[in-house]
């Protein structure tokens, strides 16, 4: 049976040859999350943000409050998602200004869910601007992927 390479140990090994007892003191990885800027969309983010009213584009709801917090990255949602339309991720005309909660509503949230938080919110959202930018820049990302194609 292997011994644990800790010195003076003489317990059975656990993992990565040291034992259940000093498995714990061994330092973790740190995963470090990338940062939006290793991929541009902080560049895209910044620029977005000097050139639009600090509102949402859905419901009007001031956002300058969200500045230098760290829910300013949630300001600027995705129309397209990025994963499925990767040509578009960067592109500014797939982005919209909405507010955090607007944006949890976008990626997680259902229909129903973002009709509920139009009667509770205070500043209710215009959800059918979403859904037409949304069906406007499908038809603009089929085209083209035809002329890269």
């Known amino acids: 049976m292997k011994k644990c390479a800790h010195n003076g140990c003489n317990n059975p090994v656990f993992s990565h040859g040291i034992c259940k007892y000093h498995y714990k003191y061994v330092p973790k990885k740190n995963k470090k999350v ?5 991929s541009g969309q902080m560049d895209l983010f ?11 584009e ?12 760290q829910y300013f990255v949630w300001l600027f949602a995705h129309i397209l998602p990025k994963g499925q ?7 500014e005309e797939n982005i919209i200004l ?11 949230g259902t229909c129903d869910e973002r009709m509920e938080y139009n009667d ?10 979403f859904y037409q930018r949304k069906e406007y ?12 194609l």
């Open 34 to 38: 990338l940062p939006s800027i290793c």
């Open 46 to 56: 910044n620029k977005i943000w000097s050139s639009r009213l600090h509102k949402s």
């Open 58 to 69: 859905l419901s009007g709801q001031p956002l300058d409050q969200f500045k230098n917090t």
């Open 85 to 91: 339309y990767s040509m578009f991720k960067l592109e």
């Open 98 to 108: 909405v507010s955090p909660e607007e944006h949890r509503l976008i990626d997680f």
């Open 120 to 129: 509770v919110a205070n500043f209710p959202a215009n959800w059918d601007v």
């Open 137 to 148: 820049l499908k038809i603009k990302y089929q085209e083209l992927k035809k002329q890269i």
